[in-house]
């Protein structure tokens, strides 16, 4: 009987360590990383576009310093570039450029999803993967859109 509860709790273990292994994790990044973790690739009529080391359901926090930002009534957005890479940023709703100021440490907190779906494109079917921030995906378009002002904090 005791070798039944010991293989039975043996197997507890190894079940639950299985499921522990794909729980959603959280990352620490500057924006650099971010950029950097990114990835595209197209084979035939297959686009991905994602993250190396994130996965759909995983928390990102970015957490850098504002290079730069600047507000577009136009499009009532605000692009925010940071220190650690000033070549991307990220676009927020709203005008956020009162709450913050440049050189100012703030984190980004975001999560992540994944949206696969199929594009008709000059008479052609492409099968598309995407992982993205939940925040600034429109799941039901298929399309990024600005980030709500509530993820940025100082």
């Known amino acids: 009987m005791k070798?039944?509860?010991?293989?039975a709790i043996a197997g507890i273990f190894l079940l639950l360590g299985c499921v522990g292994n794909n729980a959603a994790k959280t990352f620490t990044m500057s924006m650099d990383e971010v950029l950097q973790d990114r990835e595209v690739n197209m084979t035939g009529q297959t686009y991905?576009?994602?993250?190396?080391?994130?996965?759909?359901?995983?928390?990102?926090?970015?957490?850098?310093?504002?290079?730069?930002?600047?507000?577009?009534s136009q499009y009532d957005a605000?692009?925010?570039?940071?220190?650690?890479?000033?070549?991307q940023g990220l676009i927020?709703?709203?005008?956020?450029?009162?709450?913050?100021?440049?050189g100012e440490n703030?984190?980004?907190?975001?999560?992540?999803?994944?949206?696969?779906?199929?594009?008709?494109?000059?008479?052609?079917?492409?099968?598309?993967?995407?992982?993205?921030?939940k925040e600034g995906w429109d799941m039901t378009n298929h399309t990024a859109k600005y980030l709500p002002a509530n993820v940025i904090s100082a």
């Open 3 to 7: 070798k039944v509860g010991i293989v």
């Open 48 to 72: 991905y576009s994602g993250f190396k080391t994130l996965d759909d359901g995983d928390t990102l926090i970015i957490e850098d310093k504002i290079w730069n930002m600047t507000y577009n």
């Open 78 to 87: 605000t692009m925010v570039l940071f220190s650690s890479n000033n070549s």
């Open 92 to 102: 927020f709703s709203g005008n956020i450029t009162n709450k913050f100021r440049d």
């Open 106 to 133: 703030v984190k980004v907190k975001l999560h992540i999803i994944e949206d696969k779906f199929d594009y008709s494109y000059q008479g052609q079917t492409w099968k598309i993967d995407v992982e993205y921030y």
